[in-house]
Structures are given as structure tokens and as C-alpha cells.
């Protein structure tokens, strides 16, 4: 068993937090599996909702600015999980395009399935999934005000869940920590100034601070706009549940950083 794990197995229950959003990394299992299960152990513990909106980024560099796949069933090794077409439909409007081209090679939303697969067991859930090439600030608020009206008008019990992973540092990503410095120290150093403005709820703050500061990390515009939708939902609390990094399962010159963040 991973020491950086939650250390229980996920049960669905009522826990007393209306859970709108979560920060999940989207990395391998063995890298990346542990800090995540603690989003998920809190969404299973506070009654795991009926429909899940996945925001992702776009590694892939295809399709459009925002890409929504509105119909259709996606496989893992744990069995299949709906789409959820008349709230994909729902979204489908403004600066969210209907476009599968971005999603046939993108991992980051996919690998989030497997989780809620686990826990939810004979539970019925759906999901939508949302690939964003482009997170500029005007973007990201601009998805957040679609997907916050759209889940007001529902009516259904859903959650966001933005995939990201924090800080890419070392020599296989090209950005290198200052001489001296621990490319895993590195990581947490700027990993810190990111996590920051999410606790402060703050999607513009973000954005500006991952690009003045060039912290790559990959997923600053899913997070942003669940920021936005979940505070136009009426969240007001923020927790960092756990935060680790690749560094941690294999030590070399480069590093990820991983954040578990709920918001409710």
C-alpha cells in the first residue's frame, strides 16, 4: 500500500460537505494514483454525486479551444461509463464546441474513470467530458458560467472534477530549477504559489500566477473555470487534502507535482 494514500478504501456515505469540485491529478497510477484517492475517498464520503463534469487539458494539440463530446460510452478495464448527452447538450453552447477529434488521444479524462468506477460499484453515474486546448482567463470564466448555470438549471446532484498535475520540472520538461536547488524542491517552490490562489479561490489569480511565474503546470484552466463554477454555486471553502510528487515513487532529474483539493 502507497503511504501517501488516504489509507481506507472509498464507501459512499452523507458526509455533511456539498461537495461542487475537486483537484485530481492525471498522471500514471503509480506516480500519481495515491494523492488522488483522497479527492475521491472525500466525494465518495460526503454521497458521490449522480453525474460527473471532467475538465481536462489538451496534450494533444487536437481539435478545438474547448472540446465536448456529447454522446457515447467510454470503456476502461472496469467496464463502461455513459455519457451524459442532455446535460452535454446543455453545455453545448457559447465557446464550448462539439468536437471528439480532441478527446481520441487525450489521457487526462480518462484516467479518472477507473476511480469513480471503484467506488461507486453497482451505483448508476455519468459523466461529461470537457478537453480545454485553450485556459486563458477569459476562457476558463467563460466555461465556469456555463457549466454553473447549466448545473443551477438541472437540478441533478453534480460535481466537477478539474485534472490536473502541478509543476513539470527538470530536464525532460525543459524547465529547470535555479543551480542549487532539488528539482523536487523546485516543484513544491512553485507548486506552492499555484496552490495558494486555489485556497484563496481566486481562477484569475491562478492564471496569472502559473504564467507569470512559467509554472507548468498543465491543467490551470480546468481548475480555473471549476473555480468559477463552484463559486457561482455558492462554494466558499477550499481544502488541500494531500500534495506529492513523482519524485517521491522515482527519484530522478525530473519531477510532477500532485494536488488533492476539494471544494465545497
Partial sequence: MDARGCGKLPEIGRG????????????????????????????????????????????????????????????????KVSINASLAEKIHTGIVDKDETAHAYEHSIEVQLPFLQFIAKDKMFDFVPICMMMQDYETSYELGNILAETIKKSGKNIAIIASSDFSHAGFN????????????????????????????????????????????????????????AAKKLGATKVELLKYGNSYEVYPSTSCVGYGAIVIY
Fill in 16 to 79: 455533511e460537505k456539498n461537495i461542487m469540485g475537486v483537484v485530481v491529478p492525471h498522471a500514471g497510477f503509480v506516480y500519481s494514483g495515491a494523492i488522488a484517492s483522497h479527492s475521491y475517498f472525500e466525494l465518495a464520503k460526503n454521497g458521490f454525486a449522480d453525474t460527473f463534469i471532467v475538465i481536462g487539458p489538451n496534450h494533444s494539440g487536437r481539435g478545438s479551444g474547448v472540446s465536448l463530446m456529447t454522446e457515447g460510452k467510454w470503456e476502461t478495464s472496469l467496464g
Fill in 173 to 228: 520538461y525543459m524547465s529547470m530549477p535555479p543551480p542549487g536547488m532539488k528539482v523536487d524542491d523546485y516543484a513544491d517552490k512553485q507548486d506552492k504559489l499555484a496552490i495558494s490562489k486555489i485556497l484563496e479561490m481566486d481562477p484569475e489569480g491562478l492564471i496569472s500566477t502559473v504564467q507569470t511565474n512559467n509554472i507548468t503546470m498543465c491543467g490551470y484552466g480546468p481548475v480555473s473555470a471549476m473555480l468559477v
